[in-house]
T-cell receptor
């Protein structure tokens, strides 16, 4: 069955460092991968989308990579700030379908 | 432009009662999705609707759960005869498109507690 794995343990990093979050998947061939941010008690907020033919996508301090050979996406936040502390979710989708499958998320804490 | 609205934000029901959750999509969005989230778990797809149509309800339990998105008014997720296991956060999301690279806009969620 399709499986998406994100670091279940919280990631603590020092302010100013680069945070790297991982999204691995098995038994799936997604064409699209999205990253969302979720704060406690709130709904997810869309951050970035990357297609299978794109190796890398950037938006301000965010960078996403998508390696279909390794079946992995990496999500980077450079120059991290305490305000970046949140849970980050990856979601995978296929062409012609509307259903995105979400990972369980990784909790990031940026220490001042 | 108001975002996706959900109400109520918190709902407490006793076992056996009905829970009715409402979702108003963003203006101009005709695609609505409902998800359920348990603590420490990911979002689980429940149902996808377009105006007046249920497109896919494969993630929704066949009994006690139903959803609608009428021509006028919000989308409704209804849970009849609630049980403790229904306690969760329920999120709805809306989008302009239904397939491919659409971005989903999520509401703040309704937290259902069954006592």
């Amino acid at each position: 069955s399709q499986k998406i794995e994100q670091n279940s343990e919280a990631l603590n990093i020092q302010e100013g460092k680069t945070a790297t979050l991982t999204c691995n998947y098995t038994n799936y061939s997604p064409a699209y991968l999205q990253w969302y941010r979720q704060d406690p008690g709130r709904g997810p907020v869309f951050l970035l989308l990357i297609r299978e033919n794109e190796k890398e996508k950037r938006k301000e301090r965010l960078k996403v990579t998508f390696d279909t050979t390794l079946k992995q996406s990496l999500f980077h936040i450079t120059a991290s700030q305490p305000a970046d502390s949140a849970t980050y979710l990856c979601a995978l989708g296929s062409p012609g379908t509307y259903k995105y499958i979400f990972g369980t998320g990784t909790r990031l804490k940026v220490l001042a | 432009n108001a975002g996706v609205m959900q109400n109520p934000r918190h709902l407490v029901r006793r076992r056996g009662q009905e829970a009715r959750l409402r979702c108003s999509p963003m203006k101009g969005h005709s695609h609505v999705y409902w998800y359920r989230q348990l603590p420490e778990e990911g979002l689980k797809f429940m149902v996808y609707l377009q105006k007046e149509n249920i497109i896919d309800e494969s993630g929704m339990p066949k009994e006690r759960f139903s959803a609608e998105f009428p021509k006028e008014g919000p989308s409704i997720l209804r849970i009849q005869q609630v049980v403790r296991g229904d306690s969760a956060a329920y999120f709805c999301a809306s989008s302009t498109e239904g397939t491919g690279t659409y971005e989903q806009y999520f509401g703040p969620g309704t937290r259902l507690t069954v006592t």
